[in-house]
């Protein structure tokens, strides 16, 4: 699978693509990522990328024409691919697992970082597949979403994760929050694990679990409990 980043900040990608597991995927061939400067698709003097909003207001937005190109660059690079265009923006779809999923099957994504207020909407409209919004708050620019988005899919795919620490065990798997973990000492702080963990009663142990995730999931995150169907289980 391949990415493509398209940005005004390259550099923001550097250190996290050396060192996680998108390096490692990286590494073993599963995924390639490629990140692209916007502002070299300008064409005036003082490579300019951003413009005033019609009908006023504070801010400026994105210039269409440097991210149409940067975008018709990156599909030149991967001609016979058809990539999902997705922008990352605060108006977006709230990105979740499941939309990580979906994602995960695709050939490639352009991943298009906003900057200042937003992008021209007749871009958005023409050219955008998905618009994503990692979460209900305002970021400075879509480039950490793009990074949580390409970690996100990157795991899901097969042959990136080890059996240690498989996608199949993580939180959201099976739609609940994952139950709490301990490891050694026994006892830290005064305080023990808790015994049913140290019982070797794997049929315990389980249910154990099943109930604390359960219970967390309720407690935090009832949309989730009531999308994993909890409500009849009370
Ligand atoms: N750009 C600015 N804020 C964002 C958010 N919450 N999600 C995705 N892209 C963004």
């Known amino acids: 699978m391949f990415f493509e980043i398209l940005t005004l900040f390259p550099g923001m990608f550097e250190s996290v693509f050396a060192e996680s597991i998108v390096r490692r995927a990286i590494d073993k061939g599963v995924v390639s990522v490629g990140i692209d400067n916007i502002r070299d698709y300008t064409g005036d003097r003082h490579r300019t990328v951003d413009d005033?909003?019609?009908g006023g207001g504070p801010g400026m937005l994105?210039?269409?024409?440097p991210v149409v190109k940067a975008l018709d660059a990156a599909r030149k690079r991967h001609a016979g691919?058809?990539?999902k265009i997705i922008f990352l923006s605060p108006r977006g779809e709230l990105f979740n697992h499941g939309i990580a999923r979906?994602?995960?099957?695709?050939q490639g994504l352009v991943l298009l970082c906003g900057r200042y207020k937003?992008?021209?909407q007749r871009v958005v409209e023409k050219h955008v597949d998905r618009e994503i919004s990692i979460g209900d708050y305002v970021l400075s620019g879509g480039e950490l979403a793009a990074m949580v988005v390409?970690?996100?899919?990157?795991?899901?795919?097969p042959g990136v994760l080890g059996n240690e620490d498989s996608a199949?065990?993580?939180s959201f798997f099976d739609g609940l929050?994952?139950?709490?973990?301990?490891?050694?000492?026994?006892?830290?702080d005064g305080v023990s694990v808790p015994e049913v963990l140290l019982s070797g009663n794997h049929a315990r142990i389980r249910e154990w679990q099943e109930r604390q995730a359960r219970d967390i999931t309720m407690a935090r995150r009832p949309e989730l409990w009531r999308r994993y169907g909890g409500e009849k289980d009370i």
């Open 102 to 106: 979906e994602l995960s099957a695709e």
């Open 150 to 157: 390409v970690e996100a899919v990157t795991r899901l795919l």
């Open 177 to 188: 929050l994952s139950p709490p973990e301990y490891t050694r000492p026994e006892i830290f």
């Open 118 to 120: 937003g992008l021209d």
């Open 168 to 170: 199949a065990v993580d």
């Open 81 to 83: 691919l058809s990539p």
């Open 52 to 54: 005033y909003p019609y």
């Open 62 to 65: 994105m210039k269409p024409e």
